[in-house]
């Protein structure tokens, strides 16, 4: 069994920073990529940042220059620093991590539970 918990959301001021926080526990054999999906209300999920084993990073056109992506290959922890908040940038951010259990299994989705980030104007 996996699990992804995520810390650090909160209410901030546009123009203020956040810093969120999340680690991968269980039943890990490798983790291949993990990141940071978000869901404002009404809204599908979408990608925010993403970062591989080896540190390649990918993000939202949305948040470039502004968010900052992190990870920790030997704790299975993932950051994302958010700075110049803006109240669009409010939502629900999930964890993701695509990883395996063993050397022999698949590469699996999973997901924390989500920490709600809210920008006031």
């Known amino acids: 069994q996996v699990q992804l918990e995520e810390s650090g959301g909160g209410l901030v001021q546009a123009g203020g920073s956040l810093r969120l926080s999340c680690a991968a526990s269980g039943r890990i054999f490798s983790i291949n990529v993990m990141g940071w999906y978000r869901q404002a209300p009404g809204k599908q999920r979408e990608l925010v940042a993403t970062?591989?084993?080896?540190?390649?990073?990918n993000y939202a056109d949305s948040v470039k220059g502004r968010f900052t992506i992190s990870r920790d290959n030997a704790k299975n922890t993932v950051s994302l620093q958010m700075n110049s908040l803006k109240p669009e940038d409010t939502a629900v951010y999930y964890c993701?991590?695509?990883?395996?259990?063993?050397?022999?299994?698949?590469?699996?989705?999973?997901w924390g539970q989500g920490t709600q980030v809210t920008v006031s104007s």
């Open positions: 970062i591989s084993s080896s540190g390649r990073t």
């Open positions: 993701y991590a695509a990883l395996r259990t063993s050397m022999t299994s698949a590469l699996y989705d999973y």
